[in-house]
């Protein structure tokens, strides 16, 4: 699996998701939008990700606007105030600004007084590396409820010189409050890994210390997302159902035990090939990348949001859920739902 991967099994008592919230733009843009911009077609695009539109937020928006709007419904779903919360973690590839965090600015505006705030790059499986780390620390005694959102405004570093990642990405965020719960319920194991051979494959070339950005660097599209696609999906498809069945096994549980599989959306055809590989019985997998595209960071939160308000993910469910991204990186868990 290229290392190893850091592993935690939820003890007696139970760390869970008490709340989840998610807010996508209202402007959804369709195929015909990106041809007037790219050399691209409907037809095009679909064979290739199964993604049919994407939204784009409004030129005022910023990622921590999503990420504010989306905690609120988390809070307000678990029934919890901004004052109780001891952490406040951001999962985003695309920050309001590369320093401070924009976790801070979150934190802020929720009126999260008391908890520390902080971002965590991991890219598209930065949401569930969160969920890891609050387990850690809610179970360490260093937390008693924590806030994970993972909010992306990607439509600002498209590469539009590159049809085949200008037409993947969009806009969004999820969040979820996790806490104590009862013995035997929410997270029954969860692990994340990385590999670093990889860290050139999903990449944004300047910008950083390696290569400042300068006015040739946006010129020659450096200052936007790029990626090694053919690497990636050979990469993706071993390592998601890889990564789901280590997730399955610290759990004591077997695929068919799974109510329902939400995947990271960044694919459909790494979807499939997962479910296939893995077994995962029909209609049993969570899809929506052909409406949102891949929203990297938000794409589980807000899965886990839209399967639960069409009544696909249930209390007393068991919810298997893989994510991987740049870094490269990957992360799964099993939850009892609540």
């Not at 037409?167 to 890994?193: F, K, Q, R, T, W």
Request: with cysteine; glycine share 12%.
């Amino acid at each position: 699996m290229g290392g190893d991967p850091v592993e935690v099994s939820s003890p007696a008592g139970g760390v869970g998701i008490l709340g989840l919230g998610a807010v996508l733009p209202e402007h959804a843009v369709s195929h015909d939008e990106l041809a007037q911009r790219l050399d691209t077609s409907d037809e095009w695009i679909r064979t290739r990700t199964g993604i049919a539109e994407r939204r784009y937020a409004a030129a005022e928006v910023a990622t921590s606007d999503l990420a504010v709007a989306a905690a609120r419904a988390a809070l307000a779903d678990a029934g919890l105030t901004a004052g109780q919360l001891d952490w406040v973690i951001c999962a985003t590839t695309s920050p309001d600004n590369p320093f401070p965090a924009t976790a801070s600015r979150v934190q802020a505006a929720l009126g999260a007084r008391h908890a520390a705030a902080f971002d965590l790059m991991a890219c598209c499986s930065g949401w569930l590396h969160g969920v890891a780390l609050l387990q850690g620390l809610i179970r360490a005694g260093s937390c008693h409820h924590g806030l994970i959102v993972g909010a992306e405004v990607l439509s600002r570093i498209i590469n539009w010189q590159d049809r085949s990642t200008a037409v993947l990405v969009g806009d969004g965020a999820g969040a979820a409050v996790l806490g104590p719960v009862a013995e035997g319920a929410g997270i029954l194991s969860v692990l994340a890994g990385s590999d670093g051979d990889g860290y050139e494959h999903i990449i944004m070339p300047a910008g950083g210390s390696r290569m400042p950005a300068t006015a040739e660097t946006a010129q020659a599209g450096l200052n936007a997302f790029h990626m090694n696609g053919r690497d990636v999906f050979k990469w993706a498809v071993r390592q998601v159902p890889e990564a789901a069945e280590r997730a399955l096994e610290l759990a004591g549980l077997r695929v068919g035990d799974i109510d329902l599989f939400v995947p990271h959306q960044a694919n459909l055809r790494i979807i499939d090939a997962a479910v296939e590989r893995l077994g995962i019985p029909a209609g049993r997998t969570w899809v929506n990348i052909q409406r949102y595209g891949n929203i990297s960071a938000a794409c589980i939160p807000v899965g886990l949001c839209e399967a639960r308000a069409e009544g696909r993910l249930k209390a007393g469910d068991r919810l298997l859920t893989v994510a991987f991204g740049g870094g490269l990186t990957w992360a799964a868990a099993v939850m009892h739902w609540i």
